[in-house]
């Protein structure tokens, strides 16, 4: 069988090998772009160029710039809450199921590639009230979903408010582990998130939910 070979200027395009759709390049090159350099950084001919994909599919497939950024920061909420329910899922334990979304959370951390929250940095850059935000609002209610759920099967008496305490420390840990560099500040958010976890129980609570 003869090898295909480059021409000296022909480039190759994340995902052409293995003949991903249109759409799904475009995410992988905004992905990568976008949370790497920034959505105002990255221009729409880079990211084409990028996907080697002709302009007129991302227009037909996003409608706009900003319609592409939604659909990256949906994706990465996708992502996101998939790598978290992994993690929940290990354990049976109502108080471990509620800690191991930081142990999710210290995992990302970890990563090379690990640069903040994708949607503190687009949402910074972008005007109020659009496409951007709305992703925004969604991951983050997504976030505060979960952790009243897991909280409810804890047993505390007031999910709702345990909820909102445990966002602000991964909000606060995902800011930190990005301006510090540290991925071991997880530990010290998966720590704190446990002292206020255990505040809120009844001692009788707090052994059945181990």
Request: glycine share 8%.
């Amino acid at each position: 069988m003869a090898t295909k070979t480059l021409r000296p200027n022909q480039r190759t395009h994340p995902g052409a090998a293995e003949g991903r759709s249109a759409r799904e390049r475009l995410l992988a090159s905004a992905n990568e772009l976008f949370y790497a350099e920034g959505v105002q950084t990255v221009g729409i001919d880079r990211i084409i160029e990028h996907a080697g994909v002709a302009k007129a599919s991302l227009y037909n497939l996003f409608g706009s710039k900003e319609g592409l950024v939604q659909a990256y920061l949906a994706s990465r909420h996708e992502g996101t809450m998939e790598r978290i329910m992994v993690a929940v899922e290990r354990h049976r334990s109502p108080r471990k199921r509620l800690l191991a979304v930081f142990d999710a959370q210290g995992e990302l951390f970890s990563q090379r590639e690990f640069r903040g929250c994708a949607f503190v940095a687009a949402t910074a850059e972008a005007p109020r009230g659009g496409l951007i935000e709305q992703a925004a609002d969604e991951y983050r209610k997504g976030i505060q979903t979960l952790f009243t759920d897991l909280a409810d099967q804890a047993g505390v008496s007031d999910p709702r408010k345990l909820a909102r305490q445990l966002q602000v420390i991964y909000d606060g840990a995902g800011l930190a582990a990005s301006l510090d560099r540290d991925p071991s500040i997880a530990a010290t958010a998966r720590a704190a998130a446990e002292a206020v976890l255990d505040a809120s129980l009844s001692p009788t609570r707090r052994r059945l939910a181990r």
